[in-house]
Every structure is written in C-alpha cells, then in structure tokens.
Nanobody, 120 residues
C-alpha cells in the first residue's frame, strides 16, 4: 500500500502566499519524481510543477517566478511554495508520485487533493 497525503491548502487573498506539502509513505522502493497538478472547475487537470529525485525542476509558464517546488532528501516529501497568488490559481491541487513499490511495480500515485482558493 502506498499513501500520498497533501496538506496546506486554504483561503488566501490575492497577492498572498501558501505552502503546500505532500508526503508519500508505505510500501515504496524508490521515488523518481513528484509533482503538483491542479484542476479548476470546468477545466482539465494541468501540471503546475515537478521535481526529480536528482533535483531537476519543471514549472508551468503561468507559475514561473511565483511558485517554488522543493523536496527533502531522500525524497518522500515535496513542498510547493506559492507566492503572489492570483484568483486564477484557485483550484484543487493534487500531488502525483512516480515510484516503484517494494513489489517492484512502477506506477504513478495520486493524493486526494487540497483546495486552494484565492480571493480578489
């Protein structure tokens, strides 16, 4: 069993900041990458930021310069520091983990999501 748990969402005013956390635990052999996605009402889920076990990062153009993804070592927890938040950042934020289980099965696991609401 693999568990992926997000935390840190909430309501914030435009221009404010939030920090999301995502922790992966359970029958994990190796974690290759962790990422944050978001899905706003009526829209498709989109990649926000990703980080590999080696520390390489990737960001959506819409959040570059405002959001920062980071991790612990060895990687089983990632953080998303979100600054200068805008109303269009309002969405459910999901954590995705690319890993191999102890049974040597590779797959992507999702958390349950955490709501981020930015008021104007």
């Amino acid at each position: 069993q693999v568990q992926v748990v997000e935390s840190g969402g909430g309501l914030v005013q435009s221009g404010g900041s939030l920090r999301l956390s995502c922790a992966a635990s359970g029958s994990i052999r190796s974690i290759y990458a962790m990422a944050w996605y978001r899905q706003a009402p009526g829209k498709q889920r989109e990649l926000v930021a990703a980080i590999t076990s080696g520390g390489s990062t990737n960001y959506a153009d819409s959040v570059k310069g405002r959001f920062t993804i980071s991790k612990n070592n060895p990687m089983n927890t990632v953080y998303l520091q979100m600054n200068s938040l805008k109303p269009e950042d309002t969405a459910v934020y999901y954590c995705n983990v690319d890993l191999t289980t102890l049974a040597v099965i590779r797959g992507a696991y999702w958390g349950q999501g955490t709501q981020v609401t930015v008021s104007s």
